[in-house]
């Protein structure tokens, strides 16, 4: 998957641009707040149709202006196709090869983008939820109908939730209920394992390429229903239901005191170990930096492996806090993928590639070209 060309008007502080990236590495340099990561956020809206930065529109519209418009051709193996996005104070419109969607889920997807912003550091140390969405948006980028499987749980997670929350509590609704959340539970929990199976010995790979082979690090599910999840073995969807029930079970009053439900996918947690030890409390900031760049490249192979489609790679700033040694290793991975990747940086040096790239200059929102 490769993005052809590129354009916005209005976009953030960029001026108005069209530019054709090279197919494999674009690098974007420039001092702070020149538009660097506004030009990363383009790419990521053309494919996921929300910014990672925020909700609003019109932070994304240039300030004074009413609307923004983003226009990404891509190639998707033989295919090519147009995406056009336009943001408007309160609306989203978006185009495939000039029809307007219905819904903008129908344009969800057919650009894929993984993205590593510096935030992303964070996501060992952070909260398990953004642990989870990782894992939810790597299964839903390699099976699409995952989507409906996680809004289904949390439609009957929300209605269970609810019976707990009311005072006059319906013992036979809760365990309807109860029943519903185990049943969808089973199938959001058995998609993840699966994944977390196919890209476990990817990422353990990709983590060793970066950070190199003298630590080994793995990856574990903590289950809000079991001890231990065999990600070797992992459990079938009845073994699955079971033990959340019992689970459930032997919680006794206490999801009743608690008013919310403390069993299911939504209790569930993703953990990294570095050679056996927990990395959320032991590991340093250039390990955290590590071990996300290694899942998310670990993504882009599975995808790869799996579709033979390679999303683009977005790195936001990534070299910093990576040792040399560290920022050569990253390169040399990058260099053996074979997608197209957008960098940004402050310091051109800090790109340790010789060939098949393109350079832009980021300053004041302008796009120089600087080969
Ligand atoms: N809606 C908008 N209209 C105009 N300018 C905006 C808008 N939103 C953000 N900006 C400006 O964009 C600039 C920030 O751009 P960006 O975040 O891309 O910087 P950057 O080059 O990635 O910097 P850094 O190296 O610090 O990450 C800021 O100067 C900010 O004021
Ligand atoms: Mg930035």
Not at 143 to 152: E, G, H, P, Q
Not at 342 to 348: D, S
Request: glycine share 6%; hydrophobic share 40%.
């Amino acid at each position: 998957m490769r993005l052809q060309t590129l354009a916005a008007q209005h976009f953030r502080n960029l001026q108005d641009f069209r530019i054709v990236p090279h197919p494999r590495f674009n690098i974007l340099i420039g001092y702070n707040a020149q538009g660097k990561t506004n030009l990363l956020e383009a790419i990521y809206l053309s494919a996921n149709l929300k910014s990672f930065r925020t909700h609003q529109n019109e932070e994304l519209v240039r300030f004074g202006l009413q609307e923004a418009r983003v226009v990404a051709e891509v190639q998707r193996g033989n295919d090519t196709l147009t995406l056009e996005l336009k943001l408007q104070t309160r609306r989203r419109l978006v185009w495939v090869d000039g029809q307007l969607t219905r819904r903008l889920t129908d344009a969800l997807g057919l650009l894929q983008v993984i993205l590593f912003a510096p935030e992303d550091v964070a996501l060992i140390k952070g909260q398990p939820s953004a642990r989870r969405s990782f894992l939810d948006h790597a299964v839903f980028v390699s099976r699409a109908s995952y989507l409906s499987i996680l809004s289904d749980y949390n439609a009957t997670l929300k209605r269970r939730n609810a019976v707990l929350k009311n005072d006059r509590r319906d013992a036979k609704l809760l365990e309807v209920y109860s029943e519903q959340l185990v049943e969808h539970g089973a199938e959001v929990i058995g998609a993840r394992l699966e994944l977390l199976r196919q890209l476990r010995p990817l990422f353990n790979d990709a983590f060793r390429n970066i950070f190199g082979a003298k630590l080994e690090a793995s990856i574990r599910y903590r289950a809000s229903w079991a001890d231990q999840v065999d990600l070797d073995a992992p459990p079938d969807a009845n073994t699955l239901r079971c033990a959340m029930l019992a689970a459930i079970r032997a919680l006794g009053g206490d999801e009743l005191r608690r008013k919310q439900s403390l069993v299911g996918p939504h209790r569930d947690d993703l953990e990294v170990l570095l050679d056996g030890t927990p990395a959320k409390a032991h590991a340093s900031q250039g390990q955290h930096r590590s071990i996300v760049l290694a899942l998310k490249c670990a993504e882009i192979l599975l995808l790869k492996d799996r579709f033979g489609l390679e999303p683009i790679l977005l790195l936001d700033d990534v070299s910093s806090e990576l040792d040399s040694t560290r920022n050569q290793q990253l390169f040399s991975f990058l260099a053996s993928l074979s997608g197209q990747v957008f960098i940004t940086t402050t310091a051109r040096e800090h790109i340790l590639l010789d060939q098949d790239q393109s350079a832009w200059t980021v300053h004041q929102g302008g796009l120089t070209p600087a080969d």
